[in-house]
């Protein structure tokens, strides 16, 4: 919004004074070379429900702060990175094809940015479950829906220390696999890449205050607010 307000100040601005001082094709040079080019930036998506609303899967509180607190603070971190180390993205799959290049502090706080984006959007208080074209290619690659949920469960619960379990596509087909860290599939680095279909955060954040070292019952109950619908949607 800050940027968009900007840019159009500064449109708004150069026209004035173009208005009163400058003929028709000057005009246009004046104001092409005056524009700045937009600076990429990470934005928090609104959360796309109440904080409450994935109770009793996932908690109101755990959620608060960690919508509020940990990915507030990723933003803000990588947007100052950005500022600070002059990154020039023109969207986030530039900014990641760059990671293998970029600052601890811009890859770790870029990841986390976009990551939880991904992850508020993966899921809906009444997740239900994979339907047509996703349930067929979950069939397709992994045999059956329960035999995905184990196999992804296995690769959440062996990821060691923080990162994320993912669901992606990889080369038109299906794959499971984790990252360490807030590193993505978008990133240039890792044995991960792919476009990414789904996530979970297995840092301790995202489940201490309800399950404390219990990680296998919060990926068991995460799976009761899936948003299957957004799956679809980026399967498109
Ligand atoms: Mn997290």
Do not use: C
């Not at 004046?30 to 609104?46: C, E, K, S």
């Not at 829906?145 to 994320?164: L, N």
């Amino acid at each position: 919004m800050e940027r968009i307000d900007r840019k159009q100040f500064i449109i708004r601005s150069a026209q004035a004074t173009a208005g009163t001082l400058l003929a028709g094709p000057l005009l246009a040079r004046t104001l092409g070379n005056a524009l700045p080019v937009d600076p990429f930036a990470f934005a928090q998506v609104p959360l796309p429900y109440a904080p409450e609303a994935l109770e009793p899967s996932i908690d109101k509180l755990t959620m608060e702060i960690h919508y509020g607190k940990h990915h507030a603070a990723y933003i803000k971190n990588v947007n100052e990175a950005i500022a600070a180390e002059k990154i020039v993205a023109a969207d986030v799959h530039d900014f990641f094809r760059q990671t293998s290049k970029l600052s601890a502090k811009a890859r770790n706080n870029g990841g986390g940015a976009w990551n939880h984006n991904f992850f508020w959007e993966s899921m809906a208080p009444a997740g239900g479950g994979p339907e047509g074209n996703v349930l067929d290619a979950i069939n397709g690659a992994f045999g059956d829906v329960e035999k995905f949920k184990t196999a992804f469960t296995e690769v959440a619960m062996k990821r060691f220390g923080s990162g994320w379990a993912w669901l992606v596509v990889q080369n038109g087909k299906l794959a499971i696999g984790s990252t360490p860290n807030q590193d993505n599939p978008l990133m240039d680095v890792g044995d991960l890449r792919g476009a990414p279909l789904l996530a979970l955060d297995v840092w301790e954040h995202a489940y201490y205050l309800k399950y404390q070292n219990k990680r296998n019952e919060y990926v068991a109950n995460w799976w009761n607010v899936v948003n299957w619908g957004a799956v679809a949607h980026r399967m498109k």
